[in-house]
């Protein structure tokens, strides 16, 4: 059971350069969220979707676009990448609506040169 | 907006010891979560409670809801519990949009 999936593990840009993170979970989970981990920070929202369809902006939305490709599919894309966005990206899912916890994915650690 | 503090940052400890790391936040949530983040990165859910305590193996989590805080214990600590803890915490039920602790980063000593 692979629960969330992302992809890449590990990415180096340039300022400026584009990019999409991508993330798919196998659980049938209606609730998808993306978020930003930075050195001595609490995880911060960017998106979430609650369900397939539908998306909303988080704590630090700006920089980033999202699509809910499907139910299993949750994209994040960086369309002109700066330096403020170096930091490691969690994918997350959950049922919705109900009060369950949410499953991570493994991260992507993204550098922005 | 729910400020979420957890304390110790940092917690060293032998092999054995009994371990508590506090969580605090500053308005009414449905449900607070425990997570760990293993030194690889992953991140895994621990316990999700919304009053009273839980328990599951050498790990419990308490919650009192009056005060605005819950503690994390470990019985019997090993080395293979290090690893970072964080507390979250969410408002509406059906929409958890978390707030999440700096963490507690815990290292335990052979």
């Known amino acids: 059971n692979a629960g969330v999936t992302q992809t890449p593990k590990f990415q180096v840009l340039k300022t400026g350069q584009s990019m999409t993170l991508q993330c798919a979970q196998d659980?049938?989970?209606?609730?998808m969220y993306w978020y930003r981990q930075d050195p001595g920070m609490g995880l911060r929202l960017i998106y979430y979707?609650?369900?397939?369809?539908?998306?909303d902006k988080g704590e630090v939305p700006n920089g980033y676009n999202v699509s809910r490709l499907n139910k299993r599919e949750f994209s994040l894309r960086l369309e002109s990448a700066a330096p403020s966005q170096t930091s490691v990206y969690f994918c997350?899912?959950?049922?919705?609506?109900?009060?369950?916890?949410?499953?991570f994915g493994d991260g992507t650690r993204l550098s922005i040169l | 907006k729910n400020e979420v503090e957890q304390s110790p940052q940092n917690l060293t400890a032998q092999e054995g010891e009994f371990i508590t790391i506090n969580c605090s936040y500053s308005v009414g949530i449905s449900a607070l979560h425990w997570l760990q983040q293993h030194p690889g990165g992953g991140i895994v859910s621990l316990f999700m409670?919304?009053?009273g305590k839980k328990k599951h193996g050498r790990l419990i989590a308490t919650i009192n809801i009056q005060e605005k805080h819950s503690s994390l214990h470990i019985t019997a600590s090993h080395p293979r519990d290090s690893a970072v803890y964080i507390c979250a915490v969410g408002v509406n039920f059906g929409n958890e949009k978390l707030t999440f602790g700096t963490g507690t980063r815990l290292t335990i000593i052979p």
């Open positions: 409670l919304s009053s």
């Open positions: 979707s609650a369900s397939e369809g539908t998306t």
């Open positions: 659980m049938n989970h209606n609730s």
């Open positions: 997350a899912s959950s049922e919705f609506p109900s009060n369950q916890p949410q499953h």
